[in-house]
Each structure stands twice: as C-alpha cells, then as structure tokens.
C-alpha cells in the first residue's frame, strides 16, 4: 500500500489557466492569482501551469509575466543593458548556453548569499569582528553623542539621548578625554583589522 505524501514532498502543484486569464489551483481546488504564484515561487513550492484547454506545459510564460508584473512595480532588478545584451543573443550561436550559464550564475549568487548570511550571524555572534562591530558602534555613539545630539544644526539620532549640559569647567576636559577615548578606540581598531588583514 502506497503511503501518502505530505504537501512538501508531492509532485509540483497543478495550476490550470484558462481563456480568460484565470488560474486554477487544482491542490486547493480555488482560483488564485500571479501573486500567489509569486509566494509560491518565493517559498519554494514547485508548480506546473499548464493551459486547461490544451495541456501544453506554460509554465515558462507565466513565470515571465510575474517577473513583468514585480518589474512594472518599479522593483527593477534587471538592468536596461543586461535587457539588451540579453535580447541581443536571441538567434545568436551560443543562444543555447545562455540559459545554462544564467541558471548556473543564479545558482552560485544564492550559495554566496547563503554563505554571506551565515558569515554575518556568526559575526555578530562572537569572534573577532563581533568585537570590531561593537567597538565600531561604541565609536559612532561616542561621537553621535560628543557632535551630534543636541549641537545646533546636527541631526539627532533616534534611540540616543542627548549628552547632559556639561559645566563650563568640565567641557574642556571632558572634551579632550573623549577625543583621547576615540582615537584610544580607533587605533586598537586598526590594529586589530592589520592583524585580520
């Protein structure tokens, strides 16, 4: 006896389009939209749309047209010269490579998304470039919070207070300790990024 297969581990979703442009998701028995098969597609459910009349497999033009809707809504991801260049190798000889090295390319810029991710995580997360980011952000508030809060014509930074008015007597020294604390910080800064490096 077969055993029945969960929603992830089914073959692809069948999704029929009919005449007047309406698709029917035959999983879920109801009509969906190209913003669904976007979500679809983001979520990493395979689906095959093919045309209800004919059979004939579809799915190529439909996933255009999402990328034409997404494009009109002035989320551009393909630039005007990778359109033309693109264009241009339709009836060209090496044609048939295209779809391979594009497909090939995708592939490995989402390893190296994937991998950059995880290099950030860990990171942020302990090491020696967490302690680089956190002194970097000690820095940056140190000086928000010695030149920028509450000093005439600089913009105020949201989630940091304002420094307290100093005395006059305390100013100049405060000051110059400040001054003394940040370029401390930026030196074991730059050793520590020489010694990365």
């Known amino acids: 006896m077969a055993k029945s297969k969960t929603a992830n581990e089914s073959d692809p979703v069948i999704i029929k389009k009919y005449a007047n442009r ?15 098969l976007s979500q679809m597609t983001r979520e990493g459910r395979e689906f095959v749309v093919v045309d209800a009349k004919t059979g004939e497999d579809i799915t190529h033009n439909v996933l255009t047209q999402i990328i034409m809707e997404e494009e009109q809504r002035g989320k551009n ?20 490579m295209v779809p391979q090295y594009l497909e090939s390319s995708m592939d490995a810029f989402r ?4 991998q950059f ?3 950030m995580k860990g990171a942020f997360g302990g090491g020696p470039l967490a302690d680089i980011a956190k002194r970097n952000l000690e820095m940056f508030e140190a000086a928000a919070s010695a030149f920028g809060n509450g000093v005439p014509g600089m913009p105020n930074i949201p989630g940091m ?9 305390a100013t100049e020294g405060s000051k110059d300790e400040e001054i003394s604390d940040l370029k401390a910080q930026l ?11």
Do not use: H, W
């Open 117 to 119: 991710q995880e290099a």
């Open 77 to 96: 991801m393909l630039p005007v010269n990778f359109l033309r260049q693109l264009i241009a190798m339709y009836g060209d000889s090496m044609q048939s």
């Open 111 to 114: 390893k190296n998304q994937q």
């Open 161 to 169: 207070a304002p420094p307290a008015a100093p005395t006059p007597a």
């Open 22 to 36: 309406r698709l029917y998701n035959t999983e879920t028995s109801s009509y969906i939209t190209l913003d669904l």
């Open 187 to 197: 030196a074991a800064l730059n050793a520590k990024i020489d010694k990365l490096t």
